[in-house]
């Protein structure tokens, strides 16, 4: 009988002040996140599903995507 791969998956809502600052933050963080974060902006706030093979493989990509939002969002509001 095939063991079956442990699958995890992660859902965040990060929320900005407003929608453009999450449209931007957004842009600027979705293209290194293709195939690995599915993003989208609802409201003021984006919405991202990481699906991963292993916890350690999600713990890798949600402390990648979280670094690079952290300077997107000091950038986009200013205060870096």
């Known amino acids: ?15 900005f002040r407003s929608h453009e600052e999450a449209e931007k933050v957004h842009r600027s963080v979705s293209l290194d ?3 690995y974060v599915h993003s989208r902006v609802d409201g003021n706030a984006i919405i991202a599903e990481i ?3 292993s916890l350690s493989s999600l713990l890798h ?11 997107a969002e000091k950038i986009v509001s200013g205060g870096g």
Not at 1 to 15: A, T
């Open 33 to 35: 996140n293709d195939g």
């Open 61 to 71: 990509t949600l402390d990648d995507f979280l670094a690079c939002t952290s300077v």
């Open 51 to 53: 699906h991963a093979q």
């Open 1 to 15: 009988m095939p063991i079956e791969r442990l699958k995890v998956e992660c859902r965040l809502r990060l929320e």
